[in-house]
């Protein structure tokens, strides 16, 4: 979706930048509430969902000055508590890599004898009897365990090995990072200093924002009726913890960020 806007011709906290990425991540959050699911069990729309023909029709839905309160999910084609960490060599072979419990302590239920905690996933499975995320036996459900590696497109070989941690924050991390290296051309770590927006997809699309977002951009972008709720201190851990590795494709070289709203470090392994 977001390929049908010039980013890199914006300040990343101009407001009609932060416009489009807010009601592109609200019409991806709706499309994914119907649809994603566990393949083996409902009929996933994947090649549709990922069609760039979609994405354009989608587009089309993002009014230019003000947030669209009419969005709903499309009809894309048919087809048939979190620990991130990220290790590269030299010679570009990458691991990215999340575990999750997920909230806390997960199920809290802990196998005798084995001394670990069991995950707690099933709470993301819809009850909404026909729904393709309905709870069934043997079915997996929508999750945003999202390791993620981005690749050259000239020749496969790495870009970035990278993962934002938190929930919902995942993809909304992945996409705020990911633009900030490539449309921004900013370091690992600058990339994950940026203060950041979330949105949380179980209130209507409302919007959190990061503490060190310019006033006057939250200001315009309430003006476009965008509902938004400022986050400062501890309640910025909703915003996701994450890790990069960016390897150089030209020289190879290999440099790191870890996120400042946890305790992750970036370490050289010789």
């Not at 699309?205 to 476009?224: K, R, W």
């Not at 590795?245 to 070289?253: K, Y």
Request: some cysteine.
């Amino acid at each position: 979706i977001l390929e049908g806007f010039d980013l890199s011709s914006l300040a990343w906290d101009d407001p009609r930048r932060l416009h489009w990425m807010l009601e592109a991540m609200r019409l991806a959050f709706l499309d994914a509430s119907k649809y994603i699911a566990d393949p083996q069990m409902a009929l996933v729309p994947t090649v549709g969902l990922l069609d760039k023909a979609y994405a354009a029709e989608r587009r089309r839905l993002i009014l230019p000055e003000r947030a669209n309160p009419d969005l709903a999910p499309g009809r894309p084609s048919g087809s048939s508590g979190t620990v991130y960490f990220s290790v590269v060599d030299g010679q570009g072979n990458a691991c990215s890599f999340i575990n999750s419990n997920y909230m806390g302590f997960g199920t809290a239920i802990v196998p005798a004898g084995c001394g670990f905690s069991l995950q707690n996933r099933g709470h993301n499975f819809s009850l909404t009897a026909g729904h393709a995320n309905a709870l069934a036996p043997g079915k997996r459900p929508y999750h945003t365990i999202i390791p993620a590696l981005a690749t050259c497109e000239a020749d496969g070989s790495l870009y970035a090995s990278f993962g934002v941690m938190g929930g919902f924050m995942q993809p909304q991390g992945h996409v705020q990072v990911l633009t900030a290296l490539v449309d921004d051309g900013l370091d690992p770590q600058q990339a994950l200093d940026r203060p950041r927006w979330c949105i949380d997809p179980a209130a209507d699309g409302q919007a959190e924002i990061e503490e060190g977002i310019p006033e006057q951009s939250t200001a315009s972008l309430a003006l476009m009726g965008h509902r938004l709720r400022p986050v400062s201190g501890y309640p910025r851990q909703n915003f996701g913890r994450g890790q990069i590795i960016l390897r150089d494709p030209a020289s190879g070289v290999l440099c790191a960020g870890s996120d400042p709203r946890a305790d992750g470090t970036a370490l050289p392994l010789v």
